[in-house]
């Protein structure tokens, strides 16, 4: 079932302590790749991954087509990523009617995914990526806010300058205003 906008995307709690003892020896962590086509989610995962996993290449259309996951192991956590193509921007219907491939998106997250990792480029911030961060929550509900990182992509672009600097002194209020609502949680990497 996907939830409407107008509900509130809560991350798996567990209810008991044994169901809480459980959650803290598995040590699991789904993250979904969200955004706009040709910012860099499947480099992003890769990153994350630390192998190439995820088909990703410089290309005139979009290059991932359909939901994919990869899994690792980090310190002594099970990581699986998530990633997607453009399921959440406006133009997702005419290219998936049905939306048959959100709600596959929607399955392979379940129980939910404990960080929507929604990825942009620095300074290539658009309306896009707005509407791209609206489909997400519309999908989610508008609680996912509480567990959504802004990855920016192209680090290097930052030449040693601090993120947060970028994100305060930018002219484009969209990122900031973005970086906000999600808790002011933001981090750049160098695909």
């Not at 480099?43 to 994919?68: D, M, Y």
């Not at 002594?76 to 709600?103: I, K, M, N, Y």
Request: include cysteine.
């Amino acid at each position: 079932m996907l939830l409407s906008g107008s509900e509130a995307y809560r991350p798996p709690v567990p209810t008991g302590f044994q169901e809480f003892r459980s959650a803290l020896q598995e040590r699991r962590l789904r993250l979904l790749l969200a955004g706009r086509s040709g910012t860099g989610k499947s480099a992003t995962g890769n990153t994350i991954l630390q192998r190439k996993h995820f088909l990703s290449r410089l290309a005139a259309t979009a290059v991932t087509s359909a939901c994919a996951t990869g899994s690792c192991r980090w310190a002594s956590w099970d990581v699986e990523v998530l990633d997607t193509p453009d399921l959440f921007s406006p133009e997702v219907a005419q290219a998936d009617p049905g939306f048959e491939e959100r709600g596959r998106c929607y399955l392979l997250s379940a129980p939910g995914p404990h960080a929507v990792l929604l990825v942009t480029q620095l300074g290539r911030f658009t309306s896009q990526d707005v509407r791209a961060w609206q489909g997400v929550k519309a999908l989610f509900g508008a609680g996912i806010a509480a567990c959504a990182i802004v990855v920016f992509t192209r680090r290097e672009d930052l030449e040693g300058g601090s993120l947060q600097q970028y994100v305060r002194d930018t002219d484009n209020r969209a990122p900031r205003e973005l970086v906000a609502e999600c808790g002011g949680r933001c981090c750049a990497f160098d695909n």
